[in-house]
Each structure stands twice: as C-alpha cells, then as structure tokens.
C-alpha cells in the first residue's frame, strides 16, 4: 500500500481502534467533501481491518470488536463503492473461493456470519448459501460455484450427523478431492472433525480465516 | 423466604404413597446434593438427570410427539429415571412438552417440529432484534408499559392486540373513567380472551410437571431444581436486542445498557422468587450464555457481564435460594472472578470448562456439575464414556470436590443409549 497521509492514518486507527463516529465522519468527509479515491478508503478500511483481525489474534479483541468492524465497514462500503468507477477486470484478485453454509437441520448463523464476513475482508470471494443448507444443495453448489474450500457450520449437536452426511455425500460426488473442508460453531471439536470427515476445524472467524491461507498457500 | 424443600409439598391431583425404602431413598438423593451444596462431603458422588429431545430417542417417538403429549412425555421420562437412578432429574414435562403452550400463545421466538422444523428436529431460537436499539429509553423509563404494549406483541400473537392498551399513568381520579374507554376495542378484547385461554393450557402443561414431580418423589427421585433464572446480559442479549445488536450496543449505548442491566436485576430477582415459591425448590438453574472466554474480552466482561450477574446471584442467595448457573462453553478466563461469591451457596455447572481446573480455583467455595463431552457422548464408544467418568471422579469427587456427574448440558440428543447407560454405570461403578 502507498505510503499514508496523516488523514490516513487517522482513519485507519480510528477504525482500528472502535472509534466508530469518528471513523465514519472521516471517510464521509474524505469521500464526499474533498474527492478521495473510493478505491483508496476502502483500501485503507480493509489496512483497518487487518489490525483488528491481528488485535483479536492477540486476544484484545473479541466478537463485539469484530462485529462493530463489520458494520463500520458496511457503512463506508455504503458511500465508498457507488463512488466507484472501475473498469472491468479492475477488481482485486481474489484469493481463494469459498463456500459456507449451515448444515441441514440447523438454523444457526450467528456465527457462519462472522466467519464469512472475516474470510471476505481477508481477500477471499465468499459465497454464504445460507441456514438449514440440504445436502443436494451443497453438492449443486460446488459443482457450480468451484470453491476451493467448503465451511461447514453449525450449532446443535444433530450438526454432527448433518456435517457427516453432507461430507460424504460431496465425496460420493467425487468432488472430495478437489477441494479443503473445514467445520466450526458451538459443540464442535477435534472429536467431532474426526467423525465427520472433515479437513479442520475452527474455533473462530480468525482460525477459519488462518486454515483457509494456509491451505492455499500450500496449494500455490 | 420459608424454607423450600425440593417438591415435598407440590400439589398433585392424586395421591402418591411413598413406601420407607423410596422414602429413604429419597432422603439420601436429596442430601446428597445438599451435602455438595453446603461444601460437604456427600457418602458418594451424586450423578443428575437432565434430558430433552433425548427422551425421544429413548422412548422410540418423534420430537413433535414429545412436544405434543403430555402423557407420552410422563411415560418416557418415568421410564428413563427408573432405568438409570439419577439423584436428581430435571423438569422433563416442563422441557419437552411445549407445544401446546406455545400455540396457544402464538409464540414467535421459537421454531418447533410443526412450526418451522420438521418432526425429528428439536426446537431452535430465532436470534432477532425484539428490542429496537432507540427503544433503552422507553424500557427504561416504564419497563411495565414497554412489556404490554411493545415486547409481548411482539414475542407472541396472542398479546398483539395490546399494542393498543391505553397509557395508564397519568389516569388519576375522574380522568380514569374517560382513559379506559380503549378496553372496548375488540382487538384489546381478543387480545384477552387469547391470553387466558393460553394461560390455561400453561396451567395444563404445570400440573402435568407437578404430577410428575410428585409420581417420582413416590419412587425416590427428588427434582434438580425447581425454576429457572438469567443472567441480565444475557436477558437482554438474547431475548431482547438480538446478539449482533447487544455487541454493538458494548459501543454505542454502553450507559444505558448498563442502567438497564441494573433495573433488570430487579424484575428478574422478583420473578424467580416467585416462580421458586409455586415449584417449592431452593435450587434455580441459569443458563448463561454470554459468559464465555470467546465472547468478550475479561475487561468487557468485568463491566457488563459479571456485576449484575453478581448482584443477582446474592439476591437469590440472600432470598434462601440456591443458584445453579450453567456456565456455557469455555470460561477457564473467567474462574478467578465468579470465584467472588459467599462459600456454600451455589452450584456451578460447567459446560466445556476444563472441570479440573474449575475445582482447583473453585472447589473451596461452590459445588460442581457436569461435563461429560457432548461430541464424546453422542459420537464415542461405552468404554470412552466410561473413562471420562472416570477421569472426573478420580480427579475431582475423589480429590475433595463437590462434584454431581452430569452431561456437559443434559444428555444430547442424538446420544445412543448404550452411551446414557454407560455414563451412569460409570457415576456408579467410581462414585465411592
């Protein structure tokens, strides 16, 4: 990233650090008063962003901080890309794709949310297929959309059976293989990756975030 | 608060001879848990019963019959403690057998089999904003006006007509007279009508719990506890602004969350001192679940979670209760600071807390519950199950702690009965 002014900075610290009015003003100001690049801000929200995610690896932040980010970027975001005027094939590269969903059976998605929000600032193209996800469906859509890695997510114990099923079924689809898995929400455990057959599991947004590079860097 | 014995005086319709062995039997349950409570040591290491949709799988029937049939319910859960012996079983009726309750009320914060779920799934939450973030004020202010006529409209349709109930304060002599013409409103009116006929299959579904209680006090089988209670945080998290909305809130409107965590310490204590009363139990179960190391950091949680959680559990204490908190997921961060309670008074049953390490920093001052795995239970072997009942009576009952066995939280549901037989076999086999 190009060296910062010091409005910059202050925008990125203040986002970093929760100053939610502040932040948000700032980048109106920024965007809307005095013509900054859109593309430049959200870059310097997704620089903000990679302090919070290091701060919650650190453990001084937590699941509120992740949450206010989320939304302060979603409110920048809100200004910022109309304000965008890109030429196809401009985008960012994305790093990886990833599929995630709430196994069958469970309508949980608190943390499903959290988890695709962190892959998505992280540079992933995330695609959510939502709460209560059928078995057929999460075979339909990786057929169709390619990920690279598939999020399992759930909350009750019936997830177990649920992941299992979905898991062997992307297996008897023979798509097992060209793809990563890992699993993540409340009961879940080395235990229950064992049963499942999944790749990993995660106890939060980060880790989820961490085994998604790792694997591809692996891969690259 | 007169002195709460654990289902000994709960009317039933029938009368229910115990015999002296189930008497005695009784007894022994019942101080075996006291004895825990009261940091002494019991004359083995009690082993309790909580069950929901687990009793499904045990009694061969779907969820939507187990939420459906009171009798079935009886039946099953009747079945089940007589099979396995707990000193203490949960409010099987009560858990299960909802669905009628919750039709006749209209319930909207749940999905159940029949309602958004099918059959053979359990019920399940639906995490919503059921306060409105501009709202803290109007709650603050009159929380029994913000019940009637915002709160309950919303959580259940058979209230919905009272979101137009006329203010009351302010009628005050003659001016009473004119403000009660809106109770002629026919949706005010339907609103009523729909409540008391609600009520009265609660009353159905209670005494169904009673008869219960009472039919297994005549086999010997005291009741866990008698109501529930909830953290304020929690309270307001979960059933009021939605969990992303609370966590935001930590920011946005951190002095009125706070004022309102205050106030509501009030009306919860009020409430379970009442409910403790009609059930006749000292022992009142709060499941938290916002407590947990994950969720916030020590210092979030020594400012919002802990103080009014704190403020409640001695008001209870104070009251002649016996708090039972069911701490979720993992609060090994948390042990030093709930260590801050009078010795003696309470139950702390921990869900995946290390359960050794919980003694060590909290043996000298509460009785423990828990926490068999519920991947272990549900996905292990009977031997595996064993071993880590083992591992807890060795390291924890036999050390000095007052440790009741228990699943991490209630049997889950997917258990395989082999599993449920081998925990108990093994709370028995190292319990003295």
Known sequence: MAEMTDQEKQLVEWLADMNEDGAFALAKKMLLEEGANPVRVLELCRNAMDIVGKRFEKGEYFLPELVLAGEMLENIGAIAKPLIKQAPGEEPKK??????????GDLHDIGKNIVTFMLDINGFEVKDIGIDVPVKTFVDEINQFQPDVVGLSGFLTLAFDSMKETIEAIQDAGLRDKLKIMIGGGQVDETVRNYTGADAFGNNAIEAVSLCKNWMVVAA | MQELDGGCRVTASQTYVQTPA?????????????????????DRMPVSMFA?????????????????????VEEIGERAILEFEPDAHSNLVLQCALGPSLDAVGFKQLQWPGHGVSDTQPYQYLDREYMKADEYDEFLFDPTGYYLSKYLPRIAGAFEGLDELPYLPGLHYLRMLSGIIPF?????????EKVIKAAEEVKRLNDHQFEFIARMKMHGFPTAFGTT??????????????????????????????????KAVVFILRQTFAAAKQWNHPIVFIPTHWA????????????????????LIIGLIDG????????????????????DIPPGKCIYWFERTD?????????????????????LLTTGKPDEVDAAVRHLAENVFHKGGKLTLDAAFGLPDETPIENVRAMYAAARKYAS
Request: with cysteine; hydrophobic share 45%; net charge positive.
């Open chain 2, 184 to 192: 002629i409103n026919p949706r005010i009116r339907e609103s009523m």
């Open chain 1, 95 to 104: 790093l990886a794709k990833v599929l995630i969903g709430t196994v069958h």
């Open chain 2, 52 to 72: 929901t949709f687990w009793l499904a799988k045990y009694g061969g029937i779907t969820n939507r019959q187990l939420m459906y049939d009171y009798e079935k």
């Open chain 2, 320 to 339: 002649g209760l016996i708090p039972m908190p069911l701490w979720e997921a993992d609060c090994t961060k948390r042990l030093e600071v709930i260590r």
């Open chain 2, 229 to 262: 209670s909830i953290a304020p945080y929690d309270l307001i998290a979960d059933y009021f602004r939605g969990a992303t909305g609370m966590m935001k809130d930590l920011y946005r409107n951190k002095e009125k969350l706070l004022q309102l965590m205050d």
């Open chain 2, 292 to 311: 947990a190391d994950a969720f916030m950091s020590q210092k979030q949680f020594e400012t919002f979670w802990w103080p009014s959680f704190r403020k």
């Open chain 2, 22 to 42: 189930a008497k005695a039997a009784y007894e022994a349950r019942w101080q075996r848990i006291m004895d825990c409570v009261n940091l002494k040591q019991p």
């Open chain 2, 355 to 375: 359960m050794v390490r919980a003694f060590e920093v909290l043996g000298d001052v509460v009785a423990l519950r828990g926490n068999i795995s519920p991947s």
